[in-house]
């Protein structure tokens, strides 16, 4: 609004001839006038118009008119001759030359209370005002109170977004006035200053608590509905009673409690009312499942005993009843129980980070988003499967930008002896690449986790040889003991708001190591079965793999790796959250966090850890092609 002003400004010697017809003093009257009606960044403007208005008079034009009718000033005396003041009102006016528009901008700094040499600056001694009720917040692009869990995120990952800082008190009427004004010269200069200046409570707003507005450094999760923390009082364990966890823990997860650098809290849960985690549909199918199927011996490929093939479709667990002590294939039906519990939820996706973490802190993070859809075990029932299908999923690198763009798609066959079809879209080179499913064991973009982690194992249930070695009870990590809510939002989608896991390094004052999750992580007493698991793929990286699987839900919570020459090196810790239907219908179990630790290295990485996630039951048929992966980035 004050561009052009500074030129304007150059050319006031010729207005001022046309004002010398007019006292020095009514010019001077005249002006401090409108300098009360106009804003300080329009300083010079009115000083222009001030002559102009001279001018005027000066040509018995009546300047009343240039005001609406109801805003003329009212009549004064015309004050008498002062002969103590120097007649020179041509010489008075350049005097505001040197008040530029740069001049203007630099008084800007209202909102921070501080006051401005210019002799208007009563009406700006903010920090001596006492608190009073906000006025009606003008020019404020958008509520300052409203500070959501997005907005906190966006300010976490770009610096450049002003941090919202706690005001004492509310400025007077005359500094909000200026600072409106301010805005409206400088949109994007004004915001800050405004924001800046307004109180944490405003009129028809709910604030933030000052200590959530203040750490911005982290992205906060989203508030999701109330859960049931479990059953019984919890307790921590610690390097303080660390014999606590004896036979609870892995060996080498209870050794970081023994020595400070884990700590847990652990809550007790009704194990009748922890199944009902899954849907009365889903366990009424398991019950139903009883005898239809068995296994492969030479494969462990699940067989429908009515035809002696794969199976098109199946719905709850294949194995409702399992005799562990008598049948040698055991372990491996209990790992397709693991797999039809994956299944149940139809499809789902989200957006999440990788993080590398050592002894420093975070030293890599990619971000991506993966989205899957199955074709068994689902509970809304069998779809379309041409290419005769388990499961199908694809995914995208975000950040960093070198990768940016960067898409997987693989589809997994309804067979009892073929590799995963895998293929890697990079947009620098715009060509596709086949590549081996044995992949799934190597690190992720130089992290110490794997494509394997996902749900503690993600490759065919064919591909390893199982073994049940043994049972024990086990502190299962989990988000909450009992189904969060789910949300319709169309007819075949759902959402869950999910509270985040925050890490050590990312809570300043924290103890412990640098990747331990500190908040909303909740280890319950479960009973499973300790299952030994090996590929047989030359190309596969690992060599025994231990398991810790929930007896009833089906779960691996923990997981110890060993490479190819028998030698222990990496653990994964693997976190679930439950969900659930309105009306208890469908539910579904989704791994939500990975914290792989490489024992050799003192290194780890974290993995998951998304704010929200969707579950879909049926996608596009044209979205899981190559076609699609190739276009993503288009």
């Known amino acids: 609004m004050c561009e052009g002003l500074p030129s304007a400004a150059s050319e006031s010697n010729g207005v001022a001839g046309m004002a010398s017809a007019v006292s020095f003093a009514e010019l001077m009257e005249v002006y401090m006038m409108i300098r009360r009606h106009l804003p300080t960044c329009l300083g010079l403007a009115a000083f222009v118009l001030l002559l102009g208005v001279g001018a005027l008079r000066a040509q018995n034009v009546d300047w009343g008119d240039l005001f609406d009718e109801g805003q003329k000033p009212a009549p004064k005396a015309q004050p008498a001759p002062a002969p103590a003041v120097v007649p020179a009102p041509a010489a008075a006016v350049p005097a505001a030359k040197p008040l530029t528009l740069e001049d203007s901008l630099r008084r800007k700094p209202i909102a921070k209370a501080a006051p401005a040499a210019a002799p208007a600056a009563p009406a700006r001694r903010v920090a001596k005002a006492p608190a009073v009720p906000a006025p009606k917040r003008v020019a404020a692009p958008q509520p300052v109170p409203q500070v959501s869990e997005p907005v906190t995120a966006r300010v976490a990952e770009t610096a450049a977004e002003p941090v919202v800082a706690t005001a004492p008190a509310t400025a007077p009427m005359a500094a909000e006035r200026e600072a409106a004004a301010v805005a409206e010269a400088e949109p994007r200069v004004a915001a800050v200053a405004v924001e800046r200046a307004a109180p944490l409570e405003a009129p028809r707003a709910k604030p933030q608590p000052p200590e959530q507005i203040a750490k911005l450094d982290f992205p906060k999760a989203a508030p999701a509905a109330p859960a049931d923390e479990g059953d019984g ?210 690190p992720v973009a130089g992290l110490d986790i794997f494509g394997d982690d996902l749900n503690c194992y993600a490759g065919k249930v064919e591909y390893y040889k199982w073994k049940l070695v043994g ?117 579904a179990v989704t791994p939500n966090m990975v914290v792989g630790v490489n024992d050799k290295t003192n290194r780890a990485a974290l993995g998951g850890r998304y704010k929200t996630q969707f579950l879909e039951s049926k996608y596009e048929d044209s979205y899981f092609t190559l076609h699609h992966l190739t276009h993503m980035s288009d």
């Open 233 to 442: 009082k919890s307790w921590t364990l610690d390097s303080n009673n660390w014999q606590q966890g004896e036979g609870l823990l892995p060996p080498t997860v209870l050794k970081r409690v023994k020595e400070g650098q884990y700590f847990y809290k652990v809550s007790p849960v009704d194990p009748e009312k922890f199944k009902q985690n899954y849907s009365k549909p889903f366990w009424a199918a398991s019950e139903a499942n009883d005898g239809k199927y068995d296994v492969d011996p030479a494969t462990c490929g699940l067989k429908d005993l009515k035809t002696g093939k794969a199976p098109e479709f199946y719905f709850g667990y294949p194995f409702p009843r399992i005799d562990a002590k008598n049948d040698p294939m055991a372990a491996c039906k209990m790992a397709w129980n693991f797999t039809a519990a994956n299944q149940m939820q139809n499809g789902a996706g989200a957006t999440f980070s990788l993080n590398g973490i050592d002894g420093s802190g975070e030293f890599k993070r990619i971000k991506l988003w993966l989205h899957a859809q199955s074709f068994h075990g689902r509970s809304a029932g069998p779809i379309a499967n041409p290419e005769n299908l388990r499961d199908e999923s694809m995914t995208q690198v975000l950040e960093p930008q070198d990768i940016d763009g960067v898409g997987g798609l693989t589809k997994r066959v309804n067979d009892w002896t073929s590799q995963d079809e895998t293929w890697f879209y990079v947009p620098s080179t715009r060509r596709v690449r086949r590549v081996n499913a044995a992949t799934r064991s190597d």
């Open 471 to 587: 049972e024990t009870d086990i502190l299962a990590p989990v988000l909450r003991p009992y189904a969060l809510p789910q949300k319709q939002i169309t007819e075949t989608r759902s959402e869950v708001e999910i509270p985040y896991f925050r890490a050590s390094y990312e809570t300043p004052g924290s103890k412990g190591a640098p990747w331990l999750v500190v908040e909303n992580l909740t280890l319950v007493p479960r009973p499973v079965w300790i299952i030994e698991g090996q590929a047989d793929d030359p190309y596969y990286n690992f060599g025994k793999v231990i398991m810790y699987m929930d007896k009833d839900m089906y779960r691996i919570y923990w997981k110890l790796v060993h490479n190819k020459a028998g030698e222990y090196f990496y653990n994964a810790m693997c976190a679930y959250h439950w969900s659930k239907s309105a009306d208890g219908s469908f539910s």
